[in-house]
Each structure stands twice: as C-alpha cells, then as structure tokens.
C-alpha cells in the first residue's frame, strides 16, 4: 500500500487489545462532577491537580505500581482500575498530550459486571 493509505480500524484494535467490539455502545454522560471524589471513591485516593478532569498519566502509575502483599479485594479493584485507566489514556484515547487521561473513562470501570459488556 502507498505510504498515507493505511488507516487504524476498530478490528485491528479488537485483534491487537484483545478487547471486544460487539455488544453494549459505550456512552459517558459527563455532566458537571467533582472529580476528586469519584477518583476517591474509585481509586481510593485522587491527585491534588485535578485540572478539568483529567490527571497524569504518570500519577497513576506512580502511586499504582505495586499491588501490596495480601491487598483486599476492594484495593486490588482499584489497582485494576488504575491500570485499565492508564491503558485507555496511553493506548486507546490518547490526547495530543500523551500525558493524560480523562476520567470520564474512570466511570466507564466502576462496576466490574459491565466491563466486558
């Protein structure tokens, strides 16, 4: 193929993610939210430069590298959330940044039931 006439597809994330493109659209209703709270109730903690709703990406892998030893369920969700959060944000909705993540996308992980959907 000519170089410019390449193009990334849903499928081709499918294949490479593994992730599923069939089933429930995902849609985020995004009205006016105190951040910090939900990244609290979800994360267990939030940064203090929450900014328009989105953190660093670098925040999250900072203080979500290690899984303690015999973490509860509840703190082992939140890690998982951490870095599903930090994938979507690097890999599947970057901004022109690279550098951040909305947490709109933190609200897409709340309940584990509904992930996969």
Do not use: K
Not at 2 to 9: L, N, R
Not at 48 to 68: C, K, M, T
Not at 80 to 100: I, K, N, Q, V, W
């Amino acid at each position: 193929m000519p170089v410019g006439e390449v193009t990334i597809t849903l499928e081709d994330i499918a294949t490479l993610s593994g992730l599923p493109i069939d089933g429930e659209a995902v849609i985020v209703d995004v009205p006016d939210r105190e951040w910090s709270e939900t990244c609290t109730r979800l994360l267990g903690h939030a940064p203090n430069d929450i900014s328009g709703g989105v953190v660093r990406i670098s925040w999250l892998r900072e203080h979500f590298n290690n899984l303690p030893p015999n973490a509860s369920s509840e703190i082992t969700g939140q890690f998982a959330r951490a870095y599903a959060l930090s994938l979507m944000g690097f890999m599947l909705f970057p901004d022109r940044t690279e550098a951040t993540v909305h947490l709109q996308y933190l609200l897409l992980l709340e309940n584990w039931r509904t992930v996969g959907g």
